[in-house]
């Protein structure tokens, strides 16, 4: 690979979307998917707008980093599917990402401890801790399906809460702990590229053939005809 290269990074796992574009370890340019829930139409033209007003073409791009979830389903699968598509199309090395990852990097930098809670569902969500260090962390309790309590039981303080929708926290857990906006639960492209660049630092790329999203449950489709039809 040249020393200089473009690098592009995709986020799709929420009701909001976001592209990134790079040269190298510089951070070029994001767009903003226009509409919610539309990733299925608007992602590619966002790239090619984005990639055209800098001069980049398809065949300029070396690495391509993406959101892997957990979050939305239809999101997640038409974000992924183009990063493999523009690694398989071309020389292009692929780089998935933690969802839970990226949201940490939304906690403000003088955050000591964060965790970030996705998938609410049955009073479970899926969960980690990461410690903060200025603009990096790193997990300290790793992701795992958990009740409130029983994330905060593990918790250091003081915690900020990154999540949207989150469950109840119970009063005897509620000492040091602070709830962050919703704003903080949007998952951003330029974390994705943060996180990209230094996974491409550290790591072999993703085969392009086996990366899938990270689904922690069963779409809610599958559990309703499992309870319907499952016995038969």
């Known amino acids: ?15 909001s979307g976001s592209v990134s574009l790079g040269k190298s370890d510089v951070l070029i340019d994001s767009a903003d998917l226009p509409h919610k829930r539309r990733h299925n139409v608007e992602l590619l033209p966002t790239i090619d707008t984005l990639c055209k007003k800098h001069d980049v073409t398809p065949n300029n791009i070396a690495q391509v980093y993406v ?22 199309a071309g020389n292009v090395e692929l780089f998935g990402i ?15 401890h964060v965790a970030v809670c996705l ?16 603009d990096t962390g790193s997990a300290i309790i790793k992701p795992q399906l958990r009740t409130m309590p029983e994330l905060l039981q593990e918790c250091p303080r003081p915690l900020h809460i990154i999540g949207d929708p989150l469950p109840t926290i119970p009063d005897e857990h509620a000492q040091g702990v602070t709830v962050l906006d919703p704003s903080y639960a949007v998952g951003q492209s330029k974390a994705v590229w943060q996180l990209g660049r230094r ?15 990270l689904y922690i449950r069963e779409p809610e489709a599958v559990e309703l005809w499992n309870r319907r039809y499952g016995e038969q």
Not at 2 to 7: A, K, V
């Open 98 to 112: 933690a969802t839970l990852d990226v949201l940490a990097e939304n906690a403000p930098p003088d955050t000591q």
């Open 67 to 88: 959101s892997l979830g957990p979050g939305s389903f239809t999101g997640l699968r038409v974000g992924i599917t183009t990063a493999k598509m523009l690694a398989l």
């Open 119 to 134: 998938n609410l569902k049955h009073d479970t969500v899926h969960s980690a801790v990461y410690q903060r260090d200025g």
């Open 1 to 15: 690979m040249p020393d200089t290269f473009y690098n592009l990074a995709i986020e799709t796992s929420g009701r």
């Open 199 to 213: 996974a491409a630092k550290t790591r072999k790329p993703d085969d392009p053939m086996t990366l899938a999203p």
